[in-house]
């Protein structure tokens, strides 16, 4: 009997420890009203269609940043939540639909606007990927905006932008690329930079 608690002890904790950063991430819990009033629903993974049938309006972490979207597969209006907010529509200018979240880092540890998170990136042979695209060395690296002139950020904008960012990484060009807003600044994210078909 105690050899089996033993051997049950040890699988969990080996699958606990292989779990990706998302998975092991602690809970956000959103509310329908401000002040952390109404309807609740606690979230510990990834949920690219959530099917609430309220609005949103604040939100429980604890440590782990989680990225809110407007829209199913984490598209639309998008912002990333580091505290504990009771009022996402007056600290974020957030319109109320939440359809997807998902823990920020993601593994990755991006998310969020500069600081000295180092350039994360997956090369192949014929593309690169950049999950938040940075420019700068070291502690001074930034994350790169979606569009840095006047007015609304937008996907051609964003595309040449994108464009930009790879050809200043020896790519030829961006064959996708997405914006995510963090703090009320547009940023790029999820870049594939390669050498033909963009």
């Known amino acids: 009997m105690i050899r089996s608690l033993v ?3 040890a699988t969990a ?3 606990s420890t292989a779990l990706p950063a998302w998975a092991q991430a602690e809970e956000a819990t959103i509310y329908r009203d401000t002040n952390f009033r109404g309807p609740a629903v606690a979230v510990s993974r990834p949920n690219p269609n959530m099917q609430l049938n309220f609005q ?3 939100l429980r972490v604890s440590r782990t940043p989680w990225e809110l979207c407007s829209q199913p597969n984490f598209r639309g209006t998008c912002i990333t939540i580091r505290q ?4 996402l529509r007056r600290s974020y200018n957030w319109p109320g639909p939440l359809q997807s979240m998902r823990p920020a880092d993601g593994g990755w540890g991006g998310g969020g606007g500069g600081g000295p998170t180092p350039q994360q990136s997956l090369r192949g042979m014929a593309s690169e990927f950049f999950p938040a695209p940075r420019e700068g060395r070291g ?3 930034q994350r790169v905006l979606a569009c840095t002139g ?3 950020s937008t996907a051609n904008c964003a ?3 994108a464009d930009r960012f790879c050809r200043s990484n020896g790519w030829a060009g961006s064959a996708r690329e997405l914006m995510e807003t963090v703090n009320r600044r547009v ?3 999820d870049v594939l930079c390669v050498r033909s078909g963009y």
């Open 159 to 161: 595309a040449q932008t």
């Open 13 to 15: 904790w080996a699958l």
């Open 139 to 141: 502690s001074s690296a």
């Open 7 to 9: 051997i049950l002890a």
């Open 187 to 189: 940023y790029l994210a």
């Open 56 to 58: 949103v309006f604040s």
């Open 150 to 152: 006047a007015g609304n």
């Open 84 to 87: 504990s907010t009771a009022d």
